[in-house]
């Protein structure tokens, strides 16, 4: 039989959920005085996630014009702005109001707009514009959810990230190079997350598969200076890494090897090894293929650190089951998986000691860790 969920704690029958389904019972709840403020919260928190898409767009309008980087100097008003942007002044009004409202920007009293601390903070955040912009594919995918559920035989994202299918030559330098921008970009606040929570203590050698250009690297080598680093990525991907390594002054302890997980044997000298938002572009075949070559390639004790947004498997979480979920699903071969999921994986390939501790930031990332054991104790 299928289970309904009626076990549910606090479900006795759902009498309640019906009576709050009743028109009725909502107009007269909106102004009864014990129960219309909780009305009204669960009205605006509805109304809200209506809106969501349209403040998705605004933001993305407020992007795609620079008014963040426009107001960084000072307030400015519609009309000043307007001619900036080729926006009539009565539309240009519409989207700062539009900004003002969301908390990203100020109104002034004379009508005057200025950048608020969270539109600043957008601008602090590397990358982050450039994934605001990149939306665009997405959100084609999204304008019809329920095909998308329905596995539609192509996607706009999934050709966004053509790398995700496996392609280890062939991928052209514009579209690797743009992978790689955006990756290296928005790996910063990932890295900072990931080596707040995990300790590289004791690590000799620390390999970064599917590494990119280096970013992760780059962050682990200014947090263990004494250790020796490998980069794993195709080919297409690291061919901008030695610049970026030598920007970074550490391109003389990084070695660089190209080569495809799917395909091509992973390197055996590190006694640890990173997958930095890996897992989550890929099946679960795939993901286990991997974590095998994983850890036939780690030495005894070795560990394996994974860092990536995670659903919230008993507890559904808003970044990682909304979000990440959806997003994953439109890559067409991605799948967002709770740290219990990802602990199971990594267990049935042989790794014992796994922890995922609380994140510091769930939209980010969580970490979670495990040791191969030592067979000859």
Same mark, same amino acid.
């Given at each position: 039989?299928?289970?309904?969920?009626?076990?549910?704690?606090?479900?006795?029958?759902?009498?309640?959920?019906?009576?709050?389904?009743?028109?009725?019972?909502?107009?007269?709840?909106?102004?009864?005085?014990?129960?219309?403020?909780?009305?009204?919260?669960?009205?605006?928190?509805?109304?809200?996630?209506?809106?969501?898409?349209?403040?998705?767009?605004?933001?993305?309008?407020?992007?795609?014009?620079?008014?963040?980087?426009?107001?960084?100097?000072?307030?400015?008003?519609?009309?000043?702005?307007g001619m900036d942007c080729a926006i009539a002044p009565d539309r240009m009004t519409i989207l700062l109001q539009a900004g003002a409202a969301m908390g990203l920007l100020k109104r002034g009293r004379k009508g005057g707009y200025a950048l608020a601390r969270k539109g600043a903070a957008i601008l602090g955040v590397p990358g982050l514009q450039a994934m605001i912009r990149h939306h665009r594919a997405f959100y084609r995918d999204l304008e019809d959810p329920v095909a998308l559920l329905r596995e539609p035989d192509t996607t706009e994202?999934?050709?966004?990230?053509?790398?995700?299918?496996?392609?280890?030559?062939?991928?052209?330098?514009?579209?690797?190079?743009?992978?790689?921008?955006?990756?290296?970009?928005?790996?910063?606040?990932?890295?900072?997350?990931?080596?707040?929570?995990?300790?590289?203590?004791?690590?000799?050698?620390? !390999?970064?598969? *599917?590494?990119?250009?280096? =970013?992760?690297?780059?962050? #682990?080598?200014? @947090? $263990?200076?004494?250790?020796?680093?490998?980069?794993?990525?195709?080919?297409?991907?690291?061919?901008?890494?030695?610049?970026?390594?030598?920007?970074?002054?550490?391109?003389?302890?990084?070695?660089?090897?190209?080569?495809?997980?799917?395909?091509?044997?992973?390197?055996?000298?590190?006694?640890?090894?990173?997958?930095?938002?890996?897992?989550?572009?890929?099946?679960?075949?795939?993901?286990?293929?991997?974590?095998?070559?994983?850890?036939?390639?780690?030495?005894?004790?070795?560990?394996?650190?994974?860092?990536?947004?995670?659903?919230?498997?008993?507890?559904?979480?808003?970044?990682?089951?909304?979000?990440?979920?959806?997003?994953?699903?439109? !890559?067409?071969? *991605?799948?967002?998986?709770? =740290?219990?999921?990802?602990? #199971?994986?990594? @267990? $049935?390939?042989?790794?014992?000691?796994?922890?995922?501790?609380?994140?510091?930031?769930?939209?980010?990332?969580?970490?979670?860790?495990?040791?191969?054991?030592?067979?000859?104790?």
């Open positions: 039989m299928f289970d309904t969920g009626a076990d549910l704690p606090g479900w006795k029958g759902g009498w309640l959920n019906r009576l709050v389904a009743n028109p009725g019972f909502q107009n007269w709840a909106a102004w009864f005085p014990l129960t219309r403020r909780n009305t009204r919260q669960d009205g605006q928190a509805i109304f809200d996630l209506v809106q969501g898409f349209v403040q998705s767009q605004a933001l993305m309008a407020l992007v795609e014009l620079q008014i963040l980087e426009r107001l960084r100097a000072g307030p400015r008003n519609a009309d000043v702005l994202l999934s050709q966004f990230w053509p790398y995700v299918f496996g392609a280890q030559s062939g991928i052209a330098p514009d579209v690797a190079r743009t992978y790689s921008n955006l990756m290296t970009e928005s790996q910063g606040l990932v890295a900072q997350d990931t080596l707040r929570q995990v300790s590289l203590k004791g690590v000799k050698h620390l !390999m970064d598969i *599917g590494g990119g250009t280096g =970013a992760f690297l780059t962050a #682990a080598a200014k @947090a $263990a200076p004494n250790i020796d680093l490998t980069l794993f990525d195709l080919a297409e991907v690291v061919a901008d890494a030695p610049q970026r390594l030598e920007d970074a002054g550490i391109d003389h302890r990084v070695s660089i090897c190209a080569g495809s997980f799917r395909d091509d044997p992973v390197p055996t000298d590190a006694d640890a090894i990173s997958l930095i938002r890996v897992l989550y572009d890929h099946s679960d075949d795939t993901v286990s293929a991997l974590l095998a070559k994983v850890f036939d390639a780690l030495p005894e004790g070795g560990r394996l650190i994974i860092s990536e947004p995670m659903g919230g498997g008993a507890s559904p979480d808003r970044s990682g089951d909304v979000y990440f979920a959806f997003y994953t699903m439109a !890559m067409q071969t *991605g799948l967002t998986r709770s =740290a219990e999921e990802i602990g #199971a994986l990594c @267990a $049935a390939a042989g790794s014992e000691n796994i922890r995922s501790p609380k994140p510091l930031r769930p939209f980010v990332t969580r970490t979670l860790t495990c040791v191969k054991p030592n067979l000859h104790i």
